[in-house]
């Protein structure tokens, strides 16, 4: 067996990068393998265990350099699109017309308007009848007390109707509100609707943006650390696997992998890793990688009765 270097091995290595690189994207991707392969990869035991291993460990990493951080949340936006969201966010945001006919017509919004409405109305009518009450045995002085009624020969007047009126007055409440229900609510809708409310909502929301900008890392990583991972990492493998499962969602993933391939299958490997400006180092990473493997494997007794049988073998 002929003895192969290092320069003789990483023309190999770049024959075959050069080979693959000149293979259409199609060629390097079959969809029909593709859901067989997620369905491996996120079976919940399996996906668990990895998930203990890169993804749990990557996190806690993370939000621990945070917690340690001053650095402002701002800092992670260009100053440019600091000040494109800023001028968005600002703007007037109408309510959608769908959100204010539905928070109107909500039944506990019409029962919240009704409670008010009765409760205001019977406390008045309670007053008014002991103010009543009240004028029968002192005069009309109590009645202009709850009304501001300056007049004292209307204290005087009301001061005769007694309990009679204090029952109608209870029996029209009911009426009334039924009818101001209605009025309330189209007010709330109207007020829903106006400009005013619009520019409140822009200026709120570039206030909570504001505050965002001017948020440490350290805080944001306390907030994060109130959630509860070990509740999602638990779930988070069966949510995956229950939601592969179901066919709607293969029949996406099956659709989105031929969209794919319509769009780039005819480009080959290397034209898209030209576009991604990565060929290069794609090729010193092969190379990197690949070259101890290939020097160990010369040298092996397998590989060198590969090698015989291979030039010994006719050629074709």
Known sequence: ??????????????????????????????????????????????????????????????LARAAKSE???????????????RERLGRPRPIPQKWVDEVVANERVREAVRAMLSEALTSFVQKASSALSENKAAGAGGLRGAFGWGAKAAGSLIGTIGDEVQQRLQERVRDYVDIAVGNVQARIAERLRSDDTAKAIGKRRLALFEKALKTPEAEAAKGAAKTKWEDVDARGPRVVAHNLARPEVREAIRAELEAILAEVGGDTLGAALDDLGIREIARESVRAAALPGLRDLARTEAFEAWWARAVAAPAA
Do not use: K, N, Y
């Open 1 to 62: 067996m002929p003895h192969l270097d290092d320069a003789l091995l990483l023309e190999l290595i770049d024959l075959t990068f050069d080979h693959a690189c000149g293979r259409p994207l199609r060629d390097l991707l079959d969809v029909e393998r593709a859901l067989p392969a997620l369905d491996a990869v996120t079976e919940p035991e399996r996906a668990a265990r990895w998930q203990r291993r890169l993804i749990i460990p990557l996190r806690e990493r993370l």
């Open 71 to 85: 650095v402002l949340l701002g800092r992670w936006l260009p100053d440019d699109i600091t000040a494109s969201l």
